[in-house]
T-cell receptor, first 110, second 114 residues
Framework: QQQVKQSPQSLIVQKGGISIINCAYE??????FPWYQQFPGKGPALLIA?????SEKKEGRFTISFNKSAKQFSLHIMDSQPGDSATYFC?????????FGTGTRLTIIP | DTAVSQTPKYLVTQMGNDKSIKCEQN?????MYWYKQDSKKFLKIMFS???????INETVPNRFSPKSPDKAHLNLHINSLELGDSAVYFC?????????????FGPGTRLTVT
């Protein structure tokens, strides 16, 4: 059972554009929503995270938008750069467990 | 300094063999994890240990046995390897056991079973 659904599976964006990745969750008990970034051959690393009592969080070019009523959250990458090309995972936490989405492979083209 | 390290980085073995993957963290964290990432990049928790105590044991075949000799080490032993075990295995650590703690991942061990 996939409790965190992520889309799209892959995304190609031009340099300078906005990249948007969406996630939806089923369990309303989730209480923490991080995004992890994974470069080829490396382990995932925390990028940005949000709690459900906040509707938006911004860190530099990265913004999480959170819609509690719709049980959806999304990652926006402004002014996307080739160095942002990676696989992005949303996740949701409940107690000790972190459940990951299926990942989005983002490619930024010049 | 490497925060979370795993050995080996690559492991190629035949079906039916037994193999181990080792993980060490030098972050002083209390909690360590094993994740499996399949060919479609899906990342799934297998086990987690907090202060050497098993706290998460997902639906994983009994052939997989984690061992935590101390807080800084978490090893994964796999018996009777099968083709479906081929994947990248990631070790991770966090300051605490709750899901809101940042998890620091190792570089992964690519296991190929032939």
């Amino acid at each position: 059972q996939q409790q965190v659904k992520q889309s799209p599976q892959s995304l190609i964006v031009q340099k300078g554009g906005i990249s948007i990745i969406n996630c939806a969750y089923e369990n309303t008990a989730f209480d923490y929503f991080p995004w992890y970034q994974q470069f080829p051959g490396k382990g995932p690393a925390l990028l940005i995270a949000i709690r459900p009592d906040v509707s938006e969080k911004k860190e530099g070019r990265f913004t999480i938008s959170f819609n509690k009523s719709a049980k959806q959250f999304s990652l926006h990458i402004m002014d996307s750069q080739p160095g942002d090309s990676a696989t992005y995972f949303c996740a949701a936490a409940l107690n000790e467990k972190l459940t990951f989405g299926t990942g989005t492979r983002l490619t930024i083209i010049p | 300094d490497t925060a979370v390290s795993q050995t080996p980085k690559y492991l190629v073995t035949q079906m039916g063999n037994d193999k181990s993957i080792k993980c060490e963290q030098n972050l002083g964290h209390d909690t360590m994890y094993w994740y499996k990432q399949d060919s479609k990049k899906f990342l799934k928790i297998m086990f987690s240990y907090n202060n050497k105590e098993l706290i998460i044991n997902e639906t994983v075949p009994n052939r997989f046995s984690p061992k935590s000799p101390d807080k800084a080490h978490l090893n994964l032993h796999i018996n009777s390897l099968e083709l479906g075990d081929s994947a990248v295995y990631f070790c991770a650590s966090s300051q605490g056991a709750w899901g809101y703690y940042e998890q620091y991942f190792g570089p992964g061990t690519r296991l190929t079973v032939t």
